[in-house]
């Protein structure tokens, strides 16, 4: 079957680091990506993993373990705009897996 | 270049109502997917549309369909509507023929069902 989980919510303080875990059982695995999603708004992509390793982008970086079928999020230097639902999603074979999201909510 | 577009951005239907809703893709993108968004289940995969053929659907009835034109604009149909189909319906457009790696999908804002 195909499963993704991830925290349903999380709290942080400005200016502190935040790691966002998602683990993955699905029946292909063609790369994960993470979506940020802003109450009312359209998921915007943050990045992709398809090789072990760690991706970093400025303040996000994101890591993948196929073998352990093992991703996370981390932010950095967090801001009150990173207040947000963080979506892990996996292209089984064909199509794009969601999971069900993290809020995250930052305090000042 | 002009973002995913969908119309309308907000609808309220009764139950047995049937509903069409509409998205146009950023420009020379030709793959077109559908997800219902809902606090429970979180992103779920409806259908993708590529080149005016569904390529791939998920585990919804029959009463949600969909279909593509030249074009490359969408439309999603849901017939009979259910309470439970109160949701953010969402579509993504992506650009490559691959259906694997890197193909990343840009979302538009999302159409606001409410079945009375």
């Known amino acids: 079957g195909q499963n993704i989980d991830q925290p349903t919510e999380m709290t942080a303080t400005e200016g502190a680091i935040v790691q966002i875990n998602c683990t993955y059982q699905t029946s292909g695995f063609n790369g994960l990506f993470w979506y940020q999603q802003h109450a009312g708004e359209a998921p915007t992509f943050l990045s992709y993993n398809v090789l072990d390793g760690l991706e970093e982008k400025g303040r996000f970086s994101s890591f993948l373990s196929r073998s352990k079928g093992y991703s996370y999020l981390l932010l950095k230097e967090l801001q009150m705009k990173d207040s947000a639902s963080y979506l892990c999603?996996?292209?089984?074979?064909?199509?794009?897996?969601f999971g069900t999201g993290t809020r995250l909510q930052v305090f000042p | 270049k002009a973002g995913v577009t969908q119309t309308p951005r907000y609808l309220i239907k009764t139950r047995g109502q049937q509903v069409t809703l509409s998205c146009s893709p950023i420009?020379?993108?030709?793959?077109v997917s559908w997800y219902q968004q809902t606090p429970g289940q979180g992103l779920q995969f409806l259908f993708e549309?590529?080149?005016?053929?569904?390529?791939n659907k998920g585990n919804f009835p029959g009463r949600f369909s969909g279909r593509q034109f030249s074009n490359s604009r969408s439309e999603m149909n849901v017939s009979t509507l259910e309470l439970g189909d109160s949701a953010l319906y969402l579509c993504?457009?992506?650009?490559?023929?691959?259906?694997?790696?890197?193909?990343?999908?840009?979302f538009g804002p999302g159409t606001r069902l409410t079945v009375l």
């Open positions: 993504a457009s992506s650009v490559t023929l691959d259906r694997g790696v890197g193909n990343e999908q840009f």
């Open positions: 420009s020379g993108h030709r793959s």
């Open positions: 549309y590529f080149s005016e053929t569904q390529r």
């Open positions: 999603a996996v292209w089984d074979t064909d199509k794009l897996i």
